[in-house]
């Protein structure tokens, strides 16, 4: 069983800056594929961006070029610094874990993750 521990959301003015940290406990950290979803009052889960095992990345195109994903395997964590933060950015910011066996998959689908953390509220003003 993988627990995931979501920090680092907060209020920020439009243009500005956060980083958002998902730390694992409980499985093998590089067993698992990364990804961060968000989710808006009456809206759908969204895909934001993942990181598979051997450290591919992949963004979706609303956020492509302002936001990026890391991971650090030493330290059971992943990263996803935001960037140029816009009003339709703002949202619960979710972690999951999506255990595959192969090192460059990732998963776009909340579907294809297998745990998730509680979610970190990302608030930007316009």
């Known amino acids: 069983q993988v627990q995931l521990v979501e920090s680092g959301g907060g209020l920020v003015q439009a243009g500005g800056s956060l980083r958002l940290s998902c730390a694992a406990s409980?499985?093998?950290?590089?067993?698992?594929?990364m990804g961060w979803f968000r989710q808006a009052p009456g809206k759908e889960r969204e895909f934001v961006a993942a990181i598979s095992r051997s450290g591919m990345t992949y963004y979706a195109d609303s956020v492509k070029g302002r936001f990026t994903i890391s991971r650090d395997n030493a330290k059971n964590t992943v990263y996803m610094k935001m960037d140029g933060l816009k009003a339709e950015d703002t949202a619960v910011y979710y972690c999951g874990a999506d255990r595959t066996y192969y090192s460059s998959a990732y998963g776009d689908r909340p579907g294809h993750y297998d745990y998730w953390g509680q979610g970190t509220q990302v608030t930007v003003s316009s």
């Open positions: 409980g499985g093998i950290f590089s067993s698992y594929a």
